[in-house]
């Protein structure tokens, strides 16, 4: 009797000490980094942790790989199968708001008032997402080649200017030192091009869309200054400086640390490494082609579904997500820059005086976000094929010619993509 | 030594020079495979300028594999895709044979349009209908275990049903079919059995080559598939390996378990073509058809 008693009052017991789990409402994420170990720990972390911390919502992940995952959310967009949190690439999220993927958050932005620009996903004037790091590029180098060549070192209040970086070139060829004097990453032809090298079109005064209407390239991308930038795009590789598209992989990796390039513009995920392997490593500023220095901007950022039916857990979930402690996490694990000055202060990495604090003000002081477009996807695909055609030898005027019209017919059989 | 065309040891010679090379050409990429699956990275990919890229040289260790298995759930990805091939084949090689046998023997108003039609949707790249079989399938309803569930996304029966049935295995099934003696099917038909018992007690048992063949073409097709898990499977319970490749492509590529992973994935691939190679060559020898 007593054993009956005692089991009873464990049952009961244990089912009032379920009661919160059971009152939680479930939460569907879906997130791009399946197989990134580290990435994929904090953010579970994270998860656990905002499930213990409250008794509303219980947030489960599902883990895409990066490659395929946009293609998947579009699959699953038109099945009707979105779960209530999305993961989105930040010049992605336009279009997926523009597509009725993404709601706006319920979130009020003053809440991200610190967060560097490129981490705030703002679409039609409303934030629909939330970045919980950012990335930026810089062109590394050793200052032992620095010294060598006799080059002053550029800083972000005094970057090169165009005719100093050609000239580090050409003092870098002419050394017969390295196989090319600047790398590139020109294999890498997915979004890479439009995300490293538009902002050197910019740098000229040019730019891959016209962002004060967004309803055309005419005159942006093949304009006085658009020209300028594919001349000496293409000058960069008939003059022998860098390799071209056909570029071995291996190169982008191990080139600059084998010693092969002088210069590599590369991003800061590729810096810790970079760091153990070359001790003398510094990461410079974007040179200023005349229109100021510029880098882009913009990682994965965290939005609400439009299916959801519960965006205020999605929002409550991202609120808790954006918290100093797990901004610093991402960015001890994954290298990245933190989004707010003070997680930055947090990290091994970025803290006043850190190896990588240069990215921090790289970011806040060069970073340019892709067009804010939902018209960007065909955009990056069609600078892309422009700058990798230019870089193997076509004719510059045509082939930006042949961009423009491209990019304003897809524009146009998409209605102006929403743009008023 | 002068060359002399009538030498017969010489042209041998040359003609197995020539074949080793070819097979050298097909071989090589299995080979860096491999061998790369157990390098380090660094290595890796310094050797990969020099003829070190195919000799298991240098630092080799096995902790490409571990990092595989710690990265993705390797043995998850091919049990699911096994699976799915698996049951794939099997029914299509019931479905299709059967298919073929009303298309090669029965006499039925419509049988020449029929199979017109079905062999015509060979030339329909699969990726035209990818979106309207999307829809289609994540409507259907299904009656399993827990009753009524519309929709057929994330399960298995999503990746294996809308594939059973093509008009490349009933086509080879009905060429192969129509080879048949006539006598045989006749003389039965004259001994009392049924249409069924001709089919599985005489026609079947003679069809080893072309069932090798489909086999191992429909093998080949369901293992490789990418685009249709991709759009229909969300969970990673689900995923087959071509989806789980994306797993090791992150901004600082793991080339050595890249490597890793493909020789893991590669295997139950050589295993199911080791089984069938002979009856599949002699398949190919009498129908003409490859893959």
Redesign the interface.
């Known amino acids: 009797m007593n054993l009956t008693k005692h089991l009873a009052g464990v049952v009961i017991a244990s089912t009032c000490l379920c009661v919160p789990a059971l009152a939680q409402t479930k939460l569907t994420m ?1 997130y791009h ?5 580290v990435e994929s720990r904090t953010l579970n972390q994270i998860v656990s942790d905002f499930n213990a911390s409250q008794s509303d919502w219980a947030v489960t992940i ?7 995952y946009n ?2 959310v579009a ?2 967009a ?4 979105l779960p209530d949190i999305l993961d989105v690439d930040g010049p992605v999220m336009p279009n997926w708001a523009w597509a009725g993927y993404l709601q706006p958050l319920p979130i009020d932005e003053s809440e991200f008032a610190d967060f560097l620009p490129g981490t705030k996903g703002v679409w039609d004037g409303k934030l629909y997402s939330v970045g919980l790091w950012d990335a930026a590029v810089a062109l590394f180098a050793r200052q032992s080649t620095l010294d060598e060549l006799g080059l002053r070192t550029p800083t972000l209040d005094k970057p090169w200017s165009r005719e100093e970086f050609m000239a580090a070139l050409d003092a870098a060829k002419a050394s017969g030192k390295y196989e090319f004097a600047l790398d590139l990453g020109m294999n890498d032809q997915a979004e890479w091009y439009s995300y490293a090298f538009s902002p050197f079109l910019q740098s000229f005064g040019g730019d891959i869309v016209d962002r004060s209407t967004y309803k055309t390239a005419e005159g942006a991308l093949n304009g006085e200054a658009a020209q300028a930038f594919g001349k000496w795009w293409q000058s960069l590789f008939t003059g022998g400086y860098a390799p071209g598209t056909s570029e ?1 992989p ?1 190169d982008q ?2 080139g600059f640390i ?1 010693g092969k390039f002088a210069f590599q513009w590369n ?1 800061n ?2 810096a810790v ?1 970079t760091m153990e392997a070359v001790d003398d490593v510094v990461f410079l500023p974007a040179p200023d082609f005349g229109a100021g220095n510029k880098i882009g901007a913009g990682s994965w950022q965290f939005g609400v579904s439009a299916k959801s039916k519960h965006p205020e857990g999605a929002a409550e979930f991202i609120k808790f997500a954006a918290q100093d402690k797990y901004l610093a996490a991402f960015s001890d694990g994954i290298g990245l820059i933190p989004p707010t000055p003070s997680a930055a202060k947090m990290t091994k990495n970025y803290k006043d005086g850190g190896p990588l604090a240069v990215f921090f003000d790289l970011s806040k002081a060069q970073a340019l976000v892709r067009p804010v477009t939902p018209g960007y996807v065909v955009q990056a695909k069609v600078f892309t094929k422009a700058l990798a055609d230019i870089a193997n030898g076509a004719d510059v005027a045509d082939t930006l010619d042949a961009a423009v019209d491209e990019i304003d017919a897809d524009i146009e059989s998409n209605g102006g993509y929403g743009h008023r | 030594m002068a060359f002399n065309p009538d030498n017969y040891g010489l042209r041998l010679f040359v003609r197995y020079l020539v074949l080793c090379l070819i097979a050298l050409i097909f071989i090589f990429p299995l080979v860096f495979m491999i061998n790369s699956s157990f390098k380090p990275d660094s290595q890796l990919l310094a050797d990969t300028s020099s003829l070190r890229a195919f000799l298991p040289v240098g630092d080799i260790s096995l902790d490409n594999y571990f990092g595989a298995f710690r990265r993705a759930p390797v043995g998850l990805f091919v049990l699911n895709s096994v699976l799915v091939t698996g049951a794939t084949v099997l029914l299509s090689l019931l479905i299709c044979s059967l298919a073929a046998f009303s298309f090669a023997f029965l006499r039925w108003k419509g049988r020449d349009v029929v199979l017109s039609i079905v062999i015509a949707t060979l030339i329909i790249p699969f990726e035209t209908i990818a979106i309207p079989l999307l829809l289609l399938v994540s409507k259907l309803p299904w009656i399993g275990l827990e009753g009524l569930q519309w929709g057929w996304l994330n399960t298995y029966r999503v990746q294996i049903i809308p594939w059973i049935a093509d008009g490349l295995t009933i086509f080879l099934f009905v060429q192969y079919f129509k080879g048949l003696p006539g006598e045989l099917i006749e003389a039965s038909r004259v001994e009392g059995a049924s249409w069924w018992q001709v089919y599985y007690r005489v026609v079947m048992p003679l069809s080893g080559p072309v069932l090798a063949t489909a086999a191992i073409l429909k093998f080949l097709v369901m293992y490789n598939q990418y685009l249709w898990p991709l759009i229909v499977v969300q969970q990673e319970n689900y995923r087959p390996v071509m989806v789980g490749l994306g797993y090791f492509f992150q901004l600082n590529v793991a080339w050595g378990e890249v490597m890793a992973y493909l020789t893991l994935i590669t295997v139950p691939v050589l295993i199911f073509y080791l089984f069938l190679q002979r009856a599949f060559i002699a398949s190919i020898a009498s129908t003409g058809v490859k893959g």
Do not use: I, V, Y
């Open positions: 879906w980094g399946a197989g990134n170990e599902e883990s895409f790989p990066e490659k395929s293609d998947s699959a699953a038109l099945a009707g199968n071995d291996a990796q191990t084998d991003g995920w590729r490494a």
